[in-house]
């Protein structure tokens, strides 16, 4: 964790006017910005520790896209779905990769396959309904 992030801890009643520049309304809530100070994932209310680190993994791999890194997108969502496919983000990271593989080579052909392993593992997943058109 110390390697990737730089944890900050903010009490409301200290620093209200960051609580107002990132639309805390409640918490607790986890920000992850990029170097520059750009938010790249958000993550509310209290998970246990192994839902956390998914989330931790999904807001990395958000963060290397968002930066045009798309082979490191593309790696961190598709280890991601590989390593957690039993939580709620394997879905949401089997749809990303599949962005991310498109943006790195162009290949249109990784739609359609990554709709179909969707379809077929997660067929209640909001993600699947979003890369129904992939097919």
């Given at each position: 964790m110390s390697r990737q992030f730089q944890p900050v801890?903010?009490?409301?009643?200290?620093?209200?006017?960051?609580?107002?520049?990132?639309?805390?309304?409640?918490t607790p809530r986890l920000v992850m910005m990029d170097p520059g100070g750009v938010?790249?994932?958000r993550i509310e209310g209290y998970l246990p520790a192994d839902d956390l680190l998914v989330q931790f993994h999904l807001g990395m791999a958000h963060?290397?896209?968002a930066r045009g890194l798309w082979a490191e997108a593309?790696?961190?969502?598709?280890?991601?779905?590989?390593a957690f496919s039993d939580t709620e983000a394997a879905p949401e990271a089997l749809y990303w990769s599949?962005?991310?593989?498109?943006?790195?080579?162009?290949?249109?052909?990784?739609?359609?396959?990554?709709?179909?392993?969707l379809r077929h593992r997660y067929p209640q997943s909001i993600w699947t309904r979003k890369a129904s058109v992939w097919l």
């Open positions: 801890r903010i009490h409301i009643d200290e620093q209200p006017a960051l609580f107002e520049r990132f639309g805390v309304h409640f938010e790249r994932h963060a290397a896209f593309e790696r961190g969502y598709r280890e991601l779905a590989q599949a962005a991310s593989a498109y943006k790195l080579t162009g290949n249109v052909a990784v739609f359609p396959v990554a709709a179909s392993k």
